[in-house]
């Protein structure tokens, strides 16, 4: 038996922190990515599709956003089964309750609703652990598989959950106990169970996977983008292959810059980088620049700018000092009451990051006047 596992569309995601323009393309991506697992499902001969939690953002959702979810979920060509998660869980405003859900959603696409066992396909069950709240008190996948029996011969079984499983968080009543879902597996109770909420794909054990989720949400995510075909042999045997599906990229990028090479070095890095419109990058700059430099800096990540998704200075990991160096302010010619406050700023630049803007800014203007 062989299917596709995803999890963490989080359709609908408003994604405030990029740039106005590219948050439809954003948007976009996360439906586009839904018509790629279907393609994936197809081109594997996959059975099913499971989204292991997180369908939606929230259950508080746009019209037009469920609606243009159904319709790239018509794209699939294999039954959808969805497992609610803590984004969108079967609370009473649950999306999955809703007038607009139960009226438009395609016929092939199923919700997990309740807890245990559900019959998929031809010799493949889902042990299915939705969730109820967003604050749930204990270990859903435990509670989903107590009680149960092995499957009959010749059945798949797959545990559907969504939580951070011990080691990743040891804090949440709900975490998923591995050793205690290991256990399961080891005694015949299911063969492979896969996970949503962690959105990079992880191989927990051989037997425990977190499919990812199939387009980046943040920059800390190691290996997003992909969603799991995975195989179930008549021997129980499980394989699992990640393939990709996922259009954007978010970067975060280090750079010292101590000189004009390095600003060379850090505008060739920009220029070559893919797809910048699907691409958000935060940067992590230090090093000491003279006036001139930093107004350089200040132009090229203004031009660079314009064609990112995002491009970001990232404040927290920056300390960039701007000295000046000999000449830099006396090729601009400035006279008079310019040139005593461009004196003034030189003086508490060396401490006053407020002064090395005003330089940079004023080195830019001043430079651009001239010509």
Not at 108 to 137: F, I, M, Q
Not at 140 to 151: Q, S
Not at 169 to 197: C, K, Q, Y
Request: net charge negative; hydrophobic share 45%; aromatic share 6%.
């Amino acid at each position: 038996m062989r299917f596709v596992a995803t999890a963490d569309w989080q359709i609908g995601m408003t994604a405030h922190f990029l740039e106005a323009e590219a948050r439809p393309r954003f948007a976009q991506a996360r439906l586009d990515a839904v018509r790629a697992t279907g393609r994936v499902a197809a081109e594997h001969g996959a059975a099913f599709v499971l989204v292991c939690g997180d369908v939606f953002e929230s259950n508080q959702l746009d019209r037009q956003v469920v609606g243009r979810a159904f319709d790239a979920l018509r794209d699939v060509p294999v039954p959808v089964w969805l497992l609610p998660g803590n984004h969108d869980p079967l609370d009473a405003a649950s999306v999955y309750r809703s007038p607009e859900f139960l009226a438009g959603c395609p016929e092939h696409v199923h919700v997990l609703d309740r807890p245990g066992l559900h019959e998929v396909a031809p010799g493949a069950e889902l042990v299915a652990a939705p969730w109820y709240s967003k604050r749930p008190l204990s270990d859903l996948v435990a509670d989903a598989l107590e009680g149960l029996e092995p499957p009959a011969p010749g059945v798949a079984r797959v545990v559907a959950g969504h939580g951070s499983v011990v080691g990743f968080d040891r804090t949440n009543p709900s975490t998923i106990s591995e050793p205690g879902l290991t256990a399961a597996l080891d005694a015949g109770l299911a063969h492979v169970a896969v996970l949503g909420d962690r959105h990079s794909t992880t191989r927990v054990t051989d037997r425990v996977w977190y499919p990812g989720a199939p387009e980046v949400t943040s920059r800390l995510e190691d290996d997003p983008g992909n969603v799991l075909v995975v195989d179930v042999a008549d021997d129980g045997a499980v394989s699992v292959e990640p393939v990709r599906v996922g259009s954007w990229r978010f970067v975060a990028h280090q750079a010292r810059l101590d000189s004009s090479a390095d600003l060379d070095d850090l505008e060739r890095w920009l220029r070559e980088q893919p797809a910048k419109e699907r691409t958000a990058v935060w940067l992590s700059l230090t090093g000491t620049l003279s006036v001139a430099e930093k107004a350089r800096l200040d132009a090229l990540l203004d031009d660079a700018g314009s064609l990112y998704a995002l491009l970001d200075l990232w404040a927290r990991h920056t300390d960039l000092a701007v000295r000046p160096a000999d000449g830099d302010m006396d090729e601009l010619g400035l006279t008079g009451f310019a040139r005593e406050a461009v004196d003034e700023l030189v003086a508490r630049s060396a401490d006053d990051p407020a002064a090395q803007d005003a330089l940079s800014l004023l080195y830019r203007l001043a430079s651009a006047g001239a010509r």
